[in-house]
């Protein structure tokens, strides 16, 4: 618990925003991981616990959920140097599998890209 308390909570509020609802910047694949982890897990919870498909809060989830999804594959992609428009293909259902776990396996481009320097790995 002493680790969490080295940033105040608004700054923790940022990174939060900047590494979900954002597409700034680049991230890596310990990031990108996290990201997906967290879509996954929300996912299914709510699944599992509003199992009525005519819940409007499942749709609302869906929403935020490809949104976190396709923001950080854009952000994955820029670390990657590649076409931001391959971002799309995580919207495809089956064909997403192949490409999030391609974005979770690649490495990123080293040094300086158009989209700006590499960052350091996510740390406390």
Not at 5 to 29: C, D, H, N, Q, S
Request: overall charge positive; hydrophobic content about 55%; charged content about 15%.
């Amino acid at each position: 618990m002493a680790l969490l308390t080295k940033k105040p909570f608004t700054e923790w509020l940022l990174i939060l925003a900047k590494l979900y609802f954002l597409p700034i910047g680049r991230i890596g694949r310990i990031e990108f991981s996290i990201a997906f982890s967290t879509v996954f897990i929300l996912g299914f919870i709510v699944v599992i616990f509003l199992n009525n498909p005519n819940n409007q809060f499942i749709m609302i989830n869906l929403i935020i959920c490809m949104w976190i999804l396709v923001v950080n594959a854009i952000k994955r992609l820029k670390d990657l140097n590649s076409k931001l428009w391959y971002a799309i293909f995580v919207i495809i259902p089956v064909l997403n599998l192949f490409v999030l776990l391609g974005l979770m396996l690649s490495e990123g481009t080293p040094g300086i890209n158009p989209y700006g320097p590499r960052k350091k790995p996510l740390s406390l």
